[in-house]
């Protein structure tokens, strides 16, 4: 039941990285606002498909949170969902499966202008949030967000996170040109992220690091890793999705895991980054008997909780909260291509308790430091200059009170 006394916001998921965001921001945002959420992803246009992150969908249902799957406003989107459940052994059946949904969702696409109109005017927001995915023709965040701008609904724009500030240098071959949100208000999370200082973008910090949420995430006992807990050392792997200008670095975590593999006294387990575990193979490391791999299922934050040491690319915001648990934080140095070689990204600088390698002999797990920061750093580039407060609650309550 809506609260009438309060403000609507409805929240747009499109992916992994911005539900995670929008949940970071919901939580606390309950106390502020009546919230609804709607679906609409790349992957599949079905929530319960197209993400597979369990801990992000149980931090929802505990709140008593609710996704929409935008199509099924349409009853071709309804038809659908339930053509989609459908599980066929028969080939034959399959194929016909799989052409009934192409036209029904080529039926959709072609509408998504009103699929936009009837979202809004189903939940009737005063603001819209959305993560910064791409603005171009006949793509449905960027037409909703449209949508809801000639309808004279606030929009928010949320990025994914402050790893913008590890690789701004570097991270494209042409000048970096942020997109024109125009009249859009644009969080970001680091002075040094792109786009820092154009009109409407704003400073905020990333909420789903902000360290209340994270203490909070790490209090939770759902869905927590069971693997060989009881080993001496047990390392954590993130897997981040590799530029046209570095490598991921995971050439060196592969290396690290075959050195350890089979050892007794060590547990691993490895998070692979969405898009690269859909399309890879690796079936020597399903050999290796104290490895155990996930996809997107995993939350970043069960990784973190169960492991004493974290292995991350330079460049990944990954980083950011094992570092703000204290644990044993190993960024390895991304190998840039010319002309970027000779850029370093800040984050083997920024405390001496960060432990920093270039290959894998430099790994020792016997002499790797426990991130005992200041967070002087994390602040800087995670937190927005704004410290140890609930990043989320700031951005609704600023949203809600700037635009009264």
């Known amino acids: 039941m809506s609260d009438m006394n309060k403000p609507v916001i409805l929240y747009f998921i499109r992916a992994e990285a911005d539900l995670e965001r ?182 905020t910090g990333d909420p789903s690091d902000s360290f209340p949420y994270v203490m909070y995430k790490n209090k939770l006992e759902y869905d927590e890793i069971i693997f060989l807990n009881e080993r001496k050392y047990k390392i954590g792997f993130f897997m981040a999705a590799p530029f046209e200008t570095c490598t991921n670095a995971w050439a060196i975590m592969e290396e690290i895991i075959l050195d350890y593999a089979f050892c007794k006294d060590v547990a691993m387990v490895a998070k692979f980054h969405p898009r690269l575990y859909k399309f890879g193979e690796y079936p020597y490391l399903l050999k290796i008997d104290n490895l155990k791999l996930f996809g997107s299922e995993l939350d970043r934050s069960r990784l973190v909780k169960w492991a004493d040491i974290v292995v991350c690319s330079d460049h990944c915001s990954t980083l950011f909260e094992p570092m703000i648990l204290g644990k044993k934080v190993v960024a390895v140095h991304t190998k840039k291509v010319r002309p970027f070689a000779k850029f370093k990204s800040p984050i083997h600088d920024c405390d001496p308790s960060m432990n920093s390698i270039h290959h894998s002999g430099e790994f020792n797990l016997d002499n790797l430091k426990a991130y005992t920061s200041d967070t002087s750093f994390i602040d800087t580039y995670c937190w927005g200059g704004l410290g140890k407060i609930d990043l989320g609650e700031k951005i609704i309550k600023e949203l809600i009170t700037n635009h009264d």
Not at 87 to 99: P, W
């Open 22 to 203: 929008i949940v970071s921001m919901s939580v606390p945002g309950k106390n502020y606002a009546d919230q609804h959420f709607a679906y609409y992803g790349d992957i599949s246009v079905i929530f319960e498909q197209g993400i597979k992150n369990t801990f992000q969908k149980y931090l929802l249902d505990s709140d008593g949170f609710k996704v929409l799957d935008v199509v099924t406003l349409f009853h071709v989107g309804k038809l659908y969902k339930a053509i989609k459940k459908i599980e066929a052994k028969n080939k034959v059946v399959r194929i016909i499966i799989e052409l009934v949904l192409k036209i029904l969702y080529k039926l959709i696409y072609i509408k998504q202008d009103k699929l936009a109109n009837k979202l809004l005017k189903k939940i009737k927001p005063s603001f819209l949030i959305t993560d910064n995915s791409e603005e171009r023709e006949n793509y449905f965040p960027h037409i909703l967000r449209q949508v809801a701008k000639k309808k004279g609904v606030k929009v928010q724009v949320v990025t994914h996170g402050p790893a913008g500030g590890f690789h701004k240098d570097y991270y494209s071959y042409e000048p970096i040109k942020p997109q024109p949100y125009d009249q859009f208000n644009v969080g970001i999370c680091s002075i040094y992220d792109i786009g820092f200082g154009m009109p409407n973008y704003t400073l």
